[in-house]
């Protein structure tokens, strides 16, 4: 994970914003029994930034 706006604050509109990178491996792009929805891809990146 990265954060580039802790050092490049043009990169966001305030001061409470941050930009952040998150590189994760291996992430299916289909899934084995069942499609991606919004509502699994934002459990997917819940469980990645938790």
Known sequence: MTIPSAID?????DDSSHVISLFT????????ERNWTDDTKE???KHRFS
Request: glycine share 0%.
């Open 9 to 13: 604050r043009s990169l966001v509109m």
């Open 25 to 32: 491996q291996y992430t299916p792009y289909e899934l084995r």
């Open 43 to 45: 459990q997917y990146a």
